[in-house]
Structure formats: structure tokens, C-alpha cells
């Protein structure tokens, strides 16, 4: 089956940058998603990127895809203490019924020290 | 830009009763709409595809009279958790995709934290 596989933890200096991996298993998969959420809140789409990109940037946030390796990565410049928060990794997968469906990885928690 | 709005935000009940929860998409029609469960510490589980006007589809190893789920509009699904005890406490979050402009992004719901005692 899908298996998207993150680090569960990442800490960082404020104003340094972030770098969060995913790695995923469904070759098939034609967007990769990067959500953000905050303690007790339900999710917030960052960006996504389709599979057939390499890179997507969006202000602070890059996206890079390595479609050979499955792997995701998503950098955020100048971090922040409002950056605080879990971030997942998330594909499509053609299932559940046929309609696409979310499959996401465990999620990282992003800390930040002062 | 889109909204989904979920009530309730936090509800507690005792073990047995019944739970309804609302996933309503304010300001874009969503013929689809997703079902999750989040455990405490883990990712989200989708549970079920909601399909508007005709039976939900469920994820493997999802009681679907356990988890009734009824989409009876194009803004409007709704998860009732029956007969709850207290494994089924936990984070839901619903999600839904706008039917006009599919651009590929989910929309999310804030999410309805339920304990059962």
C-alpha cells in the first residue's frame, strides 16, 4: 500500500532556514501536498506541487521534488516562531472508492529556538 | 478563499450516545468531501469518502454503521459517530474540494475534538 514516511521532529534556530523530508512509495501519485498544523487546529494547505515539477517557490516556502528518489522536501527561509507547528507530507492516491483521496505521512513537528 | 466550517468544534458525551458532527463548505460547492481521524501524536486517518447524493465509501477496517455518514448537499456532510464509547475519542477533521475550481487543493475543516467518558 501508499506509506509516506517523515521525521518526526525537526528543531532550528530562529532565522535560520527549515528543511522538512518526505519520502513516499506511490509512483503514480500527481500532486504532493504540504500542510501546516497548529496546536488543536485542523489543517492549513502551504503549497502543493505536481509530480510533474521539480520545484515550486512561494515566498518563503520552497518545494523540491525528486520524482526518481519519491522524495519531497519543503524549505522555509527565515523561520520564524509562528513557523511553530506540525507539518505533513501528503500524495494522492487513486483509492478509497476512486476519488483522490490524501494519504499522509506522520507529520513533523517544527521547534524553535530563540 | 474557501472555507469549511466544522461543529461541533469540541464535544464530550458519555459512552453509548450518539454523536453528530457537521462539515459544511461556506462559500464553494464540494461534491466531494473526506472524513479523517486523527489519533493523539499520529497523522490523520481517512476514514471515508463522502460523495454527495449517494453512499459514503470507507477505508478498510472503518465500521461503516459505527461511522454513519450522510452527505445530503453540495455543502453539507455530516458524521455521526453511533452507540460512542470511549476508543472512538478522538480528532475529527473533514475536508472537501471544490467541484467548480479543482485545482487539486483540499479544503479543511478545523476540526471536532470528541471525548467519551
Same mark, same amino acid.
Given at each position: 500500500?501508499?506509506?509516506?514516511?517523515?521525521?518526526?521532529?525537526?528543531?532550528?534556530?530562529?532565522?535560520?532556514?527549515?528543511?522538512?523530508?518526505?519520502?513516499?512509495?506511490?509512483?503514480?501519485?500527481?500532486?504532493?501536498?504540504?500542510?501546516?498544523?497548529?496546536?488543536?487546529?485542523?489543517?492549513?494547505?502551504?503549497?502543493?506541487?505536481?509530480?510533474?515539477?521539480?520545484?515550486?517557490?512561494?515566498?518563503?516556502?520552497?518545494?523540491?521534488?525528486?520524482?526518481?528518489?519519491?522524495?519531497?522536501?519543503?524549505?522555509?527561509?527565515?523561520?520564524?516562531?509562528?513557523?511553530?507547528?506540525?507539518?505533513?507530507?501528503?500524495?494522492?492516491?487513486?483509492?478509497?472508492?476512486?476519488?483522490?483521496?490524501?494519504?499522509?505521512?506522520?507529520?513533523?513537528?517544527?521547534?524553535?529556538?530563540? | 478563499?474557501?472555507?469549511?466550517?466544522?461543529?461541533?468544534?469540541?464535544?464530550?458525551?458519555?459512552?453509548?450516545?450518539?454523536?453528530?458532527?457537521?462539515?459544511?463548505?461556506?462559500?464553494?460547492? !464540494?461534491?466531494?468531501?473526506?472524513?479523517?481521524?486523527?489519533?493523539?501524536?499520529?497523522?490523520?486517518?481517512?476514514? #471515508?469518502?463522502?460523495?454527495?447524493?449517494?453512499?459514503?465509501?470507507?477505508?478498510?477496517?472503518?465500521?461503516?454503521?459505527?461511522?454513519?455518514?450522510?452527505? !445530503?448537499?453540495?455543502?453539507?456532510?455530516?458524521?455521526?459517530?453511533?452507540? #460512542?464509547?470511549?476508543?472512538?475519542?478522538?480528532?475529527?477533521?473533514?475536508?472537501?474540494?471544490?467541484?467548480?475550481?479543482?485545482?487539486?487543493?483540499?479544503?479543511?475543516?478545523?476540526?471536532?475534538?470528541?471525548?467519551?467518558?
Amino acid at each position: 500500500g501508499e506509506d509516506v514516511e517523515q521525521s518526526l521532529f525537526l528543531s532550528v534556530r530562529e532565522g535560520d532556514s527549515s528543511v522538512i523530508n518526505c519520502t513516499y512509495t506511490d509512483s503514480s501519485s500527481t500532486y504532493l501536498y504540504w500542510y501546516k498544523q497548529e496546536p488543536g487546529a485542523g489543517l492549513q494547505l502551504l503549497t502543493y506541487i505536481f509530480s510533474n515539477m521539480d520545484m515550486k517557490q512561494d515566498q518563503r516556502l520552497t518545494v523540491l521534488l525528486n520524482k526518481k528518489d519519491k522524495h519531497l522536501s519543503l524549505r522555509i527561509a527565515d523561520t520564524q516562531t509562528g513557523d511553530s507547528a506540525i507539518y505533513f507530507c501528503a500524495e494522492t492516491f487513486a483509492g478509497g472508492g476512486g476519488a483522490d483521496g490524501l494519504t499522509f505521512g506522520k507529520g513533523t513537528h517544527l521547534i524553535i529556538q530563540p | 478563499g474557501a472555507v469549511v466550517s466544522q461543529h461541533p468544534s469540541r464535544v464530550i458525551c458519555k459512552s453509548g450516545t450518539s454523536v453528530k458532527i457537521e462539515c459544511r463548505s461556506l462559500d464553494f460547492q !464540494a461534491t466531494t468531501m473526506f472524513w479523517y481521524r486523527q489519533f493523539p501524536k499520529q497523522s490523520l486517518m481517512l476514514m #471515508a469518502t463522502s460523495n454527495e447524493g449517494s453512499k459514503a465509501t470507507y477505508e478498510q477496517g472503518v465500521e461503516k454503521d459505527k461511522f454513519l455518514i450522510n452527505h !445530503a448537499s453540495l455543502t453539507l456532510s455530516t458524521l455521526t459517530v453511533t452507540s #460512542a464509547h470511549p476508543e472512538d475519542s478522538s480528532f475529527y477533521i473533514c475536508s472537501a474540494r471544490n467541484r467548480v475550481r479543482n485545482t487539486g487543493e483540499l479544503f479543511f475543516g478545523e476540526g471536532s475534538r470528541l471525548t467519551v467518558l
